[in-house]
């Protein structure tokens, strides 16, 4: 069936991505359960607007985003909805040096068809420069 959430951006034109910690992977798997169209998930957590009034994001998450819809791509079987980023909220007990600390923030991922959640690893090199040993 179409999700709650499509109906929301397709409508508003806006959306929020929230990165919960693993303390938070209980109620983000609950809220992949129920519908929003039958269950308010907004009571699940804390939710507060920035300045996107239709782009619901969740206190307890280290980073939330605002978005404006930039691009809709229907697929077959989903809908990629691409967006503006429009404003960032983190807190400084997340960031090193000015910048955001994935270990701080200590997210989670999916994977699937095999559908867990793992937490992120050790780093394992750096981008754009671990794979220049390999160039002749």
């Known amino acids: ?32 359960l129920v519908s929003g169209g ?25 980073v939330c985003l605002s978005l404006s819809l930039y691009e809709t791509v229907k697929l077959p079987f989903n809908t990629l909805y691409i967006g503006e980023p429009k404003e960032v909220f983190t807190e400084d007990k ?10 701080k923030v200590n997210p989670f991922t999916l994977t699937m068809p095999d559908n867990h959640y793992w937490s992120v690893g050790e780093n394992v090199g750096k981008a754009w420069n671990i794979g220049k040993k390999l160039k002749k």
Not at 4 to 31: H, R
Not at 94 to 103: A, H, P, Q, R, S
């Open 94 to 103: 997340y960031m090193t040096d000015g910048m955001l600390d994935i270990k």
């Open 38 to 62: 039958k269950i308010d998930k907004s009571k699940v957590f804390n939710v507060f607007y920035g300045e996107l009034s239709k782009a619901p994001l969740i206190e307890e998450c280290p």
């Open 1 to 32: 069936g179409h999700h709650y959430t499509n109906k929301g951006i397709d409508e508003n034109k806006q959306f929020s991505i929230n990165i919960p910690d693993v303390s938070l992977v209980e109620k983000t798997d609950y809220c992949g």
